[in-house]
């Protein structure tokens, strides 16, 4: 089981003992471990948290190696130090502003990772075409007709029942694209376009939409992974915030052995 990292006490200890208030390497170790905390309550795997652990620990040594260096203003003068020399809040600043920006990287990538978040997708692209839907049939030089044909694919029960609603006000012709579209509905004719699931571990999840397969990464994938993700016709696509390809590039074989085969690189 993954197991948070000691800071050094001597510098805890020095750092408060040359700070104001003698509590500024307390107060740091209280920070390091509420994030350390953090990190253990992720979805993940122990390796990566034992990963991210020796990350945190790092960085954060880092920081306190400064603090315990800093000599405030207020402790320097009464003590006729040097202030000049021993003040160290602009790495102290810098590095903690270095940490916060790579924390919270790391937790958006863990968050987009994690298929909790890729149900929150499918869920938020529906919210969005009846925000949409709604927004267009609201203003007179607009149409809803796009992105209720949109949703059929998305939630065809919803798009039945609100073309049956519009129908009335827009009167779309029997043989208009839509009308169509409605029609092969009723009959059970059209299919929804859905997330599947076709390999999941603990570093990613591969799933299939329509004619894509995609693959989302719980964290960003070293640089060789990603040499050999484009190598077999995968590219990054924004959109999805994951790695796609078409449906006859994909190899379940290669997929399903990213994990052993790029251990290093994941």
């Not at 307390?26 to 020796?54: G, M, R």
């Not at 203003?139 to 609100?162: G, H, Q, V, W, Y």
């Amino acid at each position: 089981m993954a197991e948070i990292i000691p800071l050094d006490a001597a510098f805890i200890q020095r750092s408060n003992y040359n700070s104001f208030g003698g509590t500024r390497g307390k107060n740091s170790e209280s920070s390091y471990l509420a994030y350390c905390q953090e990190i253990l309550q992720w979805p993940i795997a122990e390796t990566k948290k034992e990963q991210l652990l020796k990350d945190i620990h790092k960085r954060y040594s880092e920081i306190i190696k400064y603090e315990a260096q800093h000599v405030s203003v207020m402790v320097a003068g009464p003590a006729k130090y040097n202030s000049r020399r021993l003040d160290k809040s602009d790495q102290i600043l810098r590095l903690s502003s270095e940490f916060c920006e790579w924390f919270e990287a790391i937790k958006k990538q863990i968050t987009n990772g994690t298929m909790d978040e890729v149900a929150a997708v499918e869920s938020r692209k529906i919210s969005r075409l009846l925000e949409m839907i709604e927004f267009c049939d609201n203003r007179a030089e607009l149409n809803p007709t796009s992105d209720l044909m949109k949703l059929a694919t998305a939630d065809n029960s919803k798009f039945i029942e609100l073309f049956e609603k519009l129908q009335s006000k827009y009167k779309w012709r029997k043989n208009s694209n839509i009308y169509k579209l409605y029609l092969r509905s009723k009959s059970g004719e059209v299919q929804e376009i859905k997330k599947e699931v076709v390999f999941q571990d603990d570093n990613f999840t591969a799933y299939k939409e329509g004619d894509r397969y995609y693959i989302k990464f719980v964290l960003k994938p070293k640089h060789q992974l990603r040499v050999a993700l484009r190598s077999r016709g995968w590219w990054w696509n924004a959109r999805e915030s994951a790695w796609s390809t078409y449906l006859n590039k994909f190899n379940a074989e290669w997929v399903g052995g990213i994990s052993q085969q790029y251990e290093k690189y994941i």
